[in-house]
Nanobody, 119 residues
């Protein structure tokens, strides 16, 4: 089991920045990919960014490329999502999740943290 706890959400004006954290505990040695997803009211959950836990390779949704940066601190078992130039359409609950294999689904999910961007 891997436990995930997100933090860092809040209310920010458009153009502002926030940094989300995802702290992992438990069987962290089994983590392969750590991803960030978001879900806005009335919309489906969507992929935001992901990072390979061991190699550090990253991937981003087109909607956040150039504005968001995902990173990790292996010593702290923590993944970060630096969000700059925030837009009202970035408003959502943000979740982190873990895959324990390359081809598998995301096995573990955090409880989410609310990000609200005002116009």
């Amino acid at each position: 089991q891997v436990q995930l706890v997100e933090s860092g959400g809040g209310l920010v004006q458009a153009g502002g920045s926030l940094r989300l954290s995802c702290a992992a505990s438990g069987r962290t040695f089994s983590m392969y990919i750590v991803g960030w997803f978001r879900q806005a009211p009335g919309k489906e959950r969507e992929f935001v960014a992901a990072i390979n836990w061991s190699g550090g390779g990253t991937a981003y949704a087109d909607s956040v490329k150039g504005r968001f940066t995902i990173s990790r601190d292996v010593a702290k078992n923590t993944v970060y999502l630096q969000m700059n130039s925030l837009k009202p359409e970035d408003t959502a609950v943000y979740y982190c999740a873990v895959k324990t294999s390359r081809l598998g689904k995301y096995d573990y999910w955090g409880q989410g943290t609310q990000v609200t961007v005002s116009a």
